[in-house]
RNA sequence: UCCCCAGUAGCUCAGUCGGUAGAGCGGGUGGCUGUUAACCACCAUGUCCGUGGUUCGAGUCCGCGCUGGGGAGCCA
C-alpha cells in the first residue's frame, strides 16, 4: 500500500473496507484501558478523522501517551463506526510517532482568544477557526483567478517596487540600498540619485495606473497582488501589507464598471456557499449567526444604485443623528455609508457620481462640471467593500486636472502618454481581499484572515 | 495619530470596603469508560505588565511608561 490518503477523503468515501494511510496532527487523544481514541487533522477539512487503536499494536503504550500537537502516521482501515458522531473511523493496525508534541504545546483543546492566537501565529493555522479561514482564502483566491480567466481577463503581474510617490493614496514604504546612517547628501538631502534604481523608490500602493497601461493594449485586464501602505492604522480592518484585486476594463463606463463588480461579488458569495459549505457553517455556528442568510440576499439579489446627491438628501433626511455633518461636497463616513446599505437600502447598493474634490484625480469629470463617475459599493455590516471609477481618457482634461490638485505631470509622463495615442474610455475598481474574506467569514479582525499580518509595530513571523 | 477600556497561574477569567491570591480549562498521578474538546478523585501551580508614589499595609488608590483590544481618522 503506498501514499497518502487526506482526512477529507477518508470522511467522504463511498464505502467503508478501505486499507490506508493517513498522516496529520492530533487535535485529542481519549485514552481507556481496552481502547485508544486520537482525533486525527490533516488540515484537509474542518472535520477530524477517528483513529481506534487497540492494545494489540506495537507500541500502545507510546500512543497512549500521545499529546495534542503530535504528527502522526496511521496505517488501517477504514471501518463504518459503531459509535455516533462519526461515519467512519479509521481502524489502526500501526501507528508511527513522527513527531512528537510535550505538554509545553501552546495550543490546547479548548478556545483560545484570537489576541492569543496572534502571538502563535505560527501555529494557530492548526486551530479549527484558522483552518476554516485559510481554506476559505485559498479557495477564493482561486475563485478570483476562475472568474477573470472564464470571461477572457489578462492576469497582469504589475510592479511590486515602484517610483510613483503621487498617487496619493497613502504613505509609502521606502525601499533602498543606502547606507541609513551616513546616506549621500545633496543640498543637505537625501541623494537618490545615488540609490539602487537612481531615484527614491517605494512599495506600490495599487498597480492600477500600470494596469490600465495594459487595459489599453489586451481590454480587459486584472491585477491581484500585494499592495503596502505606511499609514499608522491602528484598526480591525487596516494592514500594512495586504492583497488587492483590480480589473479594468476599455471601452467600458461607470455602468459597465458597476455591472462587473455586482457579478464578481454574487460570484464569489456563491463560490463560497458552494465550495466552502463546511467551513462556512462554522462560521455560521461560532462567528456570525446572520452569516449564510446573509451571503445568501447577496448572492441572489440585484444590487441597488444611488446617485452621491440622493444619498446625501436620504442622509439628511435620516430620522437619527450622525457624528459627522452631511451636506453636499463632503465625503461619506463610516456611520454613513452604514446607514445607506443597513437602514435605507437594506442590501448592497452603489453610491455614483462624487463631487470631483473628494475623489482621486484619474476620475473622469462628468458634464456638470462638479462629479465624477466615481463608485463606492456598500454592503450591510462592512460599509466600503468595492471602490472604482471610470477614468479620465481625454488628454486635456486628465492634465488640467492634474494641474488643479498639484500633480507634476512629468513623474507620470508614461501614463498620461495612453491618453495621446489610442485613448478610449475606460474603467475599474479595486477589492481589498481580506475585506472580502472578513465579509465571507464574519471574522472581524484583519489580522486574522492574513496568515502573518504586518501591522504598525508587527512584522513578526 | 486622537479618544475609551483592559493587563492576575500555561490558557480563559473572578478577586467585595485597601488587610499577603482563587475557579474552570490545560498539566501530573490514579480510577473508569466504544470514547466524542469524555467522566471521577487527588496534586502542583503566580515577577498580580513595569516603574514611581499615597498608606501601618496596594492585585485593589494616584502619576508615568509599555503592551493588547475597541472606536475615530486615513483607506482597501
Not at 496532527?25 to 485508544?36: C, I, M
Not at 476559505?136 to 478570483?144: D, G, I, P
Request: charged share 25%.
Amino acid at each position: 500500500m503506498q501514499g497518502r490518503t487526506r482526512v477529507k477523503e477518508a470522511l467522504t468515501a463511498l464505502s467503508a473496507g478501505a486499507d490506508m494511510n493517513v498522516k496529520g496532527w492530533v487535535r485529542t487523544v481519549r485514552v481507556g484501558k481496552e481502547v485508544t481514541f486520537i482525533a486525527l487533522n490533516d488540515g484537509s477539512c474542518m472535520g477530524n478523522l477517528q483513529v481506534v487503536a487497540g492494545p494489540d499494536i506495537a507500541n500502545y503504550e507510546d500512543v497512549c501517551g500521545l499529546g495534542t500537537g503530535a504528527a502522526v502516521a496511521v496505517r488501517g482501515k477504514l471501518v463504518e463506526s459503531p459509535a455516533s458522531g462519526q461515519k467512519y473511523e479509521l481502524q489502526a493496525s500501526e501507528i508511527e510517532v513522527i513527531g512528537l508534541a510535550d505538554e509545553t504545546y501552546p495550543l490546547q483543546k479548548k478556545r483560545h482568544s484570537f489576541e492569543y492566537l496572534r502571538t502563535i501565529a505560527h501555529l494557530r493555522p492548526r486551530s479549527n477557526t484558522f483552518g476554516a479561514v485559510f481554506r476559505v482564502r485559498s479557495s477564493l483566491s482561486q475563485a478570483v483567478h476562475r472568474f477573470f480567466g472564464e470571461r477572457g481577463f489578462l492576469c497582469v503581474h504589475t510592479p511590486i517596487i515602484t517610483a510613483n510617490d503621487c498617487e496619493g493614496a497613502g504613505e509609502m514604504f521606502r525601499v533602498t540600498t543606502l547606507n541609513m546612517a551616513g546616506p549621500p547628501l545633496l543640498d543637505g538631502e537625501v541623494d537618490y540619485s545615488a540609490d539602487f534604481f537612481g531615484q527614491a523608490t517605494g512599495l506600490t500602493v495599487s498597480g492600477q495606473l500600470e494596469g490600465e497601461l495594459f487595459a489599453l493594449a489586451f481590454s480587459d485586464i486584472y491585477t491581484f497582488g500585494p499592495t503596502f501602505r505606511a499609514e499608522n492604522s491602528n484598526t480591525p480592518r487596516h494592514a500594512a501589507e495586504f492583497w488587492m484585486i483590480e480589473p479594468e476594463m476599455a471601452f467600458a463606463d461607470l455602468m459597465a464598471d458597476a455591472a462587473l463588480a455586482e457579478e464578481f461579488l454574487r460570484y464569489l458569495c456563491r463560490h463560497v456557499l458552494d465550495q466552502c459549505r463546511e467551513d462556512l457553517e462554522f462560521f455560521n455556528q461560532h462567528m456570525d449567526p446572520g452569516l449564510i442568510a446573509r451571503i445568501e440576499v447577496v448572492a441572489d439579489a440585484s444590487f441597488a444604485m444611488m446617485e452621491y446627491g440622493e444619498a446625501v438628501e436620504r442622509l439628511q433626511a435620516a430620522p437619527r443623528k450622525f457624528e459627522f455633518p452631511v451636506e453636499w461636497g463632503l465625503d461619506l463616513q463610516t456611520e454613513h455609508e452604514r446607514y445607506l446599505t443597513e437602514e435605507v437600502v437594506g442590501g448592497p447598493v452603489f453610491i455614483v457620481n462624487y463631487p470631483k474634490e473628494i475623489k482621486a484625480f484619474y476620475m473622469r469629470q462628468n458634464d456638470d462640471n462638479r462629479t465624477v463617475a466615481a463608485m463606492d459599493l456598500l454592503v450591510p455590516k462592512v460599509g466600503e467593500i468595492i471602490g472604482g471609477s471610470q477614468r479620465e481618457e481625454r488628454f486635456d482634461l486628465l492634465l488640467e486636472r492634474m494641474a488643479e490638485v498639484g500633480i507634476d505631470p512629468q513623474g507620470l509622463r508614461w501614463y498620461i502618454d495612453s491618453r495621446r495615442w489610442g485613448s478610449c474610455p475606460h474603467a475599474g475598481f479595486g477589492l481589498g481581499f481580506e475585506r472580502l474574506i472578513m465579509y465571507l467569514t464574519g471574522m472581524e479582525n484583519i489580522r486574522d484572515v492574513i496568515p502573518f499580518p504586518r501591522t504598525p509595530r508587527h512584522a513578526e513571523f
